[in-house]
């Protein structure tokens, strides 16, 4: 079955880092992505970024575009998401997700899959 476990999360000062990671297992696709996506109180959950599992093509959320990126590394099975000069804004549970056919888009109806989610807070 297909497993997505989420970590890395946690509290940091606005202006610093983290790099959260997901780690996937049970994929028998040929094509699929992983999304990064997050939920505030209160917010709809977003999208922020994907990844396809064959030719590391991305695509972002401008909002975020510069200061997060995504990667992955297939062998690893992992999937990372790289948080740069972090806002108070960007706290919010964190998940990554699955696309059983990669259309490369950030809405969230069209992933399958989901993690638990791992908390990231960013102090002002």
């Known amino acids: 079955e297909i497993q997505l476990v989420e970590s890395g999360g946690g509290l940091v000062q606005a202006g610093g880092s983290l790099r959260l990671s997901c780690a996937v297992s049970?994929?028998?696709?040929?094509?699929?992505?992983i999304g990064w996506f997050r939920q505030a109180p209160g917010k709809e959950r977003e999208g922020i970024s994907c990844?396809?599992?064959?030719?590391?093509?991305?695509y972002s959320a401008d909002s975020v575009e510069g200061r997060f990126t995504i990667s992955a590394d297939n062998a690893r099975n992992t999937v990372y998401l790289q948080m740069n000069n972090l806002k108070p804004e960007d706290t919010a549970v964190y998940y990554c997700?699955?696309?059983?056919?990669?259309?490369?888009?950030?809405?969230?109806?069209?992933?399958?899959?989901w993690g638990q989610g791992t908390q990231v807070t960013v102090s002002s």
């Open positions: 990844i396809d599992n064959k030719e590391d093509m991305t």
């Open positions: 997700a699955l696309e059983d056919v990669s259309t490369m888009t950030l809405m969230p109806q069209l992933y399958d899959y």
């Open positions: 049970g994929v028998t696709f040929k094509s699929y992505a």
